[in-house]
């Protein structure tokens, strides 16, 4: 296990041979939902590794994206599906029977066949990073030779809805005792209970840099502003969010309390439908997909970070919470419900609810609201939030490499 505190530095390696190579492999990119895979390919760049991302799907701006990570970030584009990628997918299924029943299996072997036919299954890779447990199968299915060198990065439906549909059958029986990255001790428990994977944690970090505090006043403000972050989905809470602040408009008459909502997906109908039904258009905004780039400033224009995070049909849960460090960074108090690794993860850096529903919340920010001025939650809050630097996800993932670079030589000695 890595150790989240490590103060050690990324190694040198900027005069490094080019055979120092790793190749990652994500579900899509740029994702600003999955902004952590831009920032460790930026890392290991940054430490002189020749870095390779094979994403399942490339987005509109990857090649720019790419680019601007760094000169040792080469974006590869995957194969299309063909009749010739089916076949190779359906003999690997016809092979291993206890595969048939299970369509999680199906995917992993379409994508793994896809993977095979680039021409990165050939490459020799010093390390091989999957972010996601999918990707992670698809990568041995394509190069079982991986094994040794693959780094299965967990991050949260894969480690949580995928088991429950799917079972864990896939990851055992696939990955064995293969690397794997948690990045909260939610996610590394379940692991541990459920896979014989060799389980690292790494911090899940952020750029203090770009994240920085503007002066909070010493007294709430009014307008009150909250900021709810995460994509239109119903895991992410946002309707309970919504709820909530018709249970603050009874408690606080007098005070003003707007909630703005950041982010886009299936839910936005239902979310405008409510708003209206509610008679909140006054109060509540939802603002779409940001720019991650513009995040920072964001969040500096608001009060309080919500994340009232659900629990699902499917079992989804919330691993970590990334966007609660981002808003601490910034001075944020932040106000979540008790689900997954969030509350870890919030700590002394604000309130978790009791419960899900929307008086639990408005109860929780009441709470902040109560606890401390909006400067004296800075303090905490930053303070918070340092222990989540990208300097230590930096050395975490740094740490790995060596290891597996440090086995490698072992088994070629021997």
């Keep these: 296990m890595m150790n989240p505190q490590s103060t050690a530095k990324l190694p040198n390696m900027a005069g490094a041979p080019a055979r120092h190579r790793i190749l990652v492999l994500a579900d899509s990119f740029p994702n600003p939902s999955e902004s952590f895979v831009a920032d460790h390919l930026r890392l290991m760049g940054e430490a002189g590794w020749q870095v390779t991302l094979l994403a399942r799907q490339c987005n509109d701006g990857a090649g720019e994206a790419a680019i601007a990570l760094g000169s040792n970030i080469r974006l590869a584009r995957i194969v299309a599906s063909s009749a010739r990628i089916y076949s190779r997918a359906a003999l690997w299924l016809a092979r291993r029977p206890w595969t048939w029943a299970n369509p999680f299996m199906w995917r992993c072997a379409l994508h793994g066949a896809r993977v095979a036919a680039s021409a990165e299954a050939g490459v020799h890779w010093d390390v091989v990073h999957a972010h996601f447990g999918n990707n992670a199968v698809s990568a041995l299915v394509a190069a079982p030779q991986w094994r040794s060198r693959l780094v299965a990065n967990f991050h949260g439906h894969d480690a949580t809805s995928v088991p429950k549909l799917h079972g864990w059958t896939a990851y055992r029986r696939i990955l064995g005792d293969a690397h794997a990255v948690a990045h909260s001790a939610f996610i590394e428990d379940r692991l541990r209970q459920c896979t014989d994977l060799r389980i690292h944690r790494v911090t899940m970090g952020v750029d203090l840099d770009r994240f920085l505090q503007s002066p909070r006043p010493s007294a709430w403000p009014s307008p009150l502003k909250l900021l709810s972050v995460g994509r239109l989905t119903q895991q992410k809470g946002h309707a309970q969010a919504i709820e909530a602040m018709c249970c603050l408009a009874r408690r606080h008459p007098t005070v003003e309390i707007r909630l703005a909502i950041v982010g886009d997906g299936p839910e936005r109908a239902r979310l405008q439908s409510m ?49 609660a460090v981002e808003a601490m960074a910034c001075g944020l108090p932040v106000v979540g419900c008790p689900i997954g690794g969030l509350p870890d993860t919030i700590g002394p850096g604000g309130v978790v609810a009791d419960g899900f529903d929307a008086k639990s919340i408005a109860n929780a920010i009441t709470q902040v609201l109560e606890q401390a001025s909006p400067d004296a939650w800075a303090e905490r809050t930053r303070n918070r939030a340092m222990d989540f630097s990208i300097q230590y996800m930096a050395a975490d993932y740094a740490a790995i490499a060596d290891l597996i670079m440090r086995e490698a030589g072992d088994a070629d000695a021997g």
Aim: charged share 20%; aromatic share 6%; hydrophobic share 45%.
């Design 275 to 323: 708003i209206r039904h509610l008679g909140l258009t006054s109060r509540v905004e939802l603002l779409g997909s940001v720019p991650y780039a513009e995040m920072p400033a964001l969040y500096r224009q608001h009060h309080v970070l919500l994340l009232a995070a659900q629990a699902t049909r499917d079992g989804q849960q919330e691993a970590f919470g990334r966007a």
